[in-house]
């Protein structure tokens, strides 16, 4: 069975703050894959990322990067100097590498982060 | 050229209706999904098919049958709905399985029961 767990449910920062949204997961399989989808208030879900668990390589996009730690069994998704923009729910994702549940995400409860002006 | 596009974007309707939510992509993917988000945003695998193929058929009722008549289009048919099936299900795609490549969404269409 496989889990993910999104600690923080909710999260307000204020515009230009750095902000860390916490994912941490559980897998008995060797190889997987993880993700970050960003839900805006609009309600469409935008992909962001996805890491093999073969590269645990950070990862850095502009304003996001990405610390994927496989010993604590955890990706972290860090925004740096925050927007309004930013504001959204933040998923965490898990998919094994083969077998029937490769064949889906199992999703973190999600993080909403509020960027206050 | 919307990748992934579902429709209707919202349906209200009354207890013990029949309904239907049409998926279709353009990404030229072999796989597809329904999920279905409920009031807390939790977002859960009902259906995959690969190929036309049932995959993944989670703990759904039988009231729920996605219907695959090629693999550009994956269709939920909902019959005697009930207060409980209110929620967002989201359609997606990817090619071959979602862990190889991203899936993409559509944008999601909200259910609403009466």
């Known amino acids: 069975a496989q889990k993910v767990t999104q600690a923080q449910t909710e999260i307000s920062v204020v515009e230009k703050e750095d902000v860390t949204l916490d994912c941490v997961y559980e897998t008995r399989d060797t190889t997987y894959y993880l993700f970050w989808y960003k839900q805006p208030p609009s309600g469409e879900l935008v992909f962001l990322i996805r890491?093999?668990?073969?590269?645990?390589q950070n990862e850095i996009s502009g304003r996001y990067s990405w610390n994927f730690q496989k010993s604590t069994s955890s990706f972290n998704f860090t925004i740096t100097a925050s927007q309004v923009v930013d504001s959204a729910v933040y998923f965490c994702a898990l998919s094994p590498n083969s077998g029937a549940g490769s064949y889906q995400l199992t999703f973190g409860k999600g993080t909403k982060l509020s960027v206050i002006p | 050229d919307t990748a992934v596009s579902q429709t209707p974007k919202y349906l209200v309707t009354q207890m013990g209706n029949d309904k239907s939510i049409k998926c279709e992509q353009n990404?030229?993917?072999?796989?597809m999904y329904w999920y279905k988000q409920d009031s807390k945003k939790f977002l859960k695998i009902m259906f995959s098919y690969n190929n036309k193929e049932l995959i993944i058929n989670e703990t759904v009722p039988n009231r729920f049958s996605p219907k695959s008549p090629d693999k550009a289009h994956l269709n939920l048919h909902i019959n005697s709905l009930e207060l409980g099936d209110s929620a967002v299900y989201f359609c997606?795609?990817?090619?071959?399985?979602?862990?190889?490549?991203?899936?993409?969404f559509g944008d999601g269409t909200r259910l609403s029961i009466l």
């Open positions: 890491r093999n668990s073969f590269d645990e």
């Open positions: 990404l030229g993917h072999d796989t």
């Open positions: 997606a795609s990817s090619q071959g399985t979602g862990g190889f490549q991203p899936q993409h």
